[in-house]
């Protein structure tokens, strides 16, 4: 059963390592945007009943809540077995919560990137760590309790220390899902020029390095596990049950069509990409011509960044003989029972195997 994903692509501030084509534009513009969306959404042919909802961004929580009504209300197929909304801590109210329960929303994943208050102030963003705790109570109270919480691994200013104190934050309200992201800084975002310019602006002097960085993430995926959350994701962590079923779609290969600006889609044999801009999406521009998945080649590209491994077809044991012996050889992958996952080792240089079988 195939997922749908909207894109809502407007948040309040840009954060300082941001690189997305999300950001802050005028009011008339997200008006215009939500025009299109409609539009978009309503000439769909629904062949089918979908399963799941994500509402990514930008910060869709920002939504105003008869317009999140409005566009739920052309996706058919409700009650979905899973439907998320991103939202920014800070931006949580009790009405708030209540009208995104009422309109069919179950899941909430919430950028928090970190609780310590220095490296929150650094992103550019203006939670604490008591004001996530006292959303996460809104949100149960609204009946929503399935939450996700974000964290970045090597934000400006982290340290030992105060990535455990975020560790322990997660402890406390006990989430039912944690993603980790290890912090790739893209040139063009703000932190990633100041980087290459300096500057003292984003604390580009005080990113940790990569491996500070990669050492941060392997604590976390020690520490989560003692707290019942096991990572089923190289970025996912989750108590038993509570996968994402959406994402699981991505790495699972399954269908999914996405609306809005950067939206993908995939019909299980082409994929497609909306504009990449809300200025092209608003333009009218076309979406891109569908090119062709590589059904061998993504099973181990993708399919290798769930910890339940891939189980390759014969064929493809042959086909990829060469780099599955050598990454067997050197410890990145291991195979039982015709199955044939990543290492932890082979987790945190999950590139290179992936390259290896997109023939990069
Ligand atoms: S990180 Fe998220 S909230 Fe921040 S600017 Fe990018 S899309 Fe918006």
């Avoid at 930008?58 to 409005?70: C, F, K, Y």
Wanted: charged share 25%.
């Amino acid at each position: 059963m195939p997922g749908i994903y909207v894109s809502y692509p407007f948040c309040a501030q840009k954060c300082t390592y941001c690189n997305f084509a999300s950001g802050v534009f005028p009011a008339e513009m997200e008006q215009l945007y939500l025009t299109a969306l409609r539009h978009e959404i309503t000439a769909h042919e629904w062949l089918w009943q979908p399963e799941t909802v994500y509402l990514g961004g930008g910060t869709p929580g920002n939504l105003d809540p008869d317009a999140l009504r409005s566009i739920l209300g052309l996706i058919p197929g409700r009650p979905w077995t899973e439907a998320t909304m991103e939202a920014a801590p800070g931006s949580i109210t009790p009405d708030r919560a209540r009208a995104w329960a009422a309109a069919g929303i179950g899941r909430v994943s919430l950028g928090v990137q970190s609780f310590v208050e220095r490296e929150i102030r650094r992103t550019g963003r203006k939670h604490t760590a008591q004001v996530v705790a006292k959303e996460i109570g809104v949100l149960c109270e609204a009946g929503i309790r399935n939450v996700n919480i974000d964290l970045i691994a090597g934000l400006s200013g982290q340290t030992e220390a105060s990535w455990r104190e975020s560790l322990e934050w997660i402890e406390r309200l006990a989430p039912q899902h944690v993603s980790v992201y290890m912090l790739e800084v893209d040139e063009e975002s703000r932190l990633g020029k100041e980087m290459m310019l300096g500057g003292v602006r984003y604390g580009a002097a005080d990113t940790p390095g990569d491996d500070a960085t990669t050492e941060f993430y392997e604590i976390a995926v020690e520490r989560l596990a003692t707290m019942g959350l096991a990572r089923y994701e190289i970025s996912n962590f989750a108590r038993p049950g509570w996968e994402s079923r959406h994402n699981l779609k991505y790495w699972k290969l399954e269908p999914y069509v996405g609306f809005g600006a950067d939206a993908h889609s995939f019909d299980g044999r082409l994929r497609y990409a909306n504009p990449d801009t809300v200025e092209a999406y608003l333009a009218g521009d076309p979406a891109r011509p569908g090119t062709p998945a590589l059904p061998h080649e993504e099973r181990f590209f993708v399919g290798l960044r769930l910890m339940a491994g891939v189980r390759p077809e014969p064929a493809d044991w042959t086909r990829f003989d060469a780099p599955i012996r050598r990454f067997l050889d050197s410890g990145l992958l291991e195979t039982s029972d015709g199955v044939l996952r990543l290492t932890s080792r082979g987790v945190l240089l999950s590139n290179e195997v992936f390259q290896e079988f997109l023939g990069l």
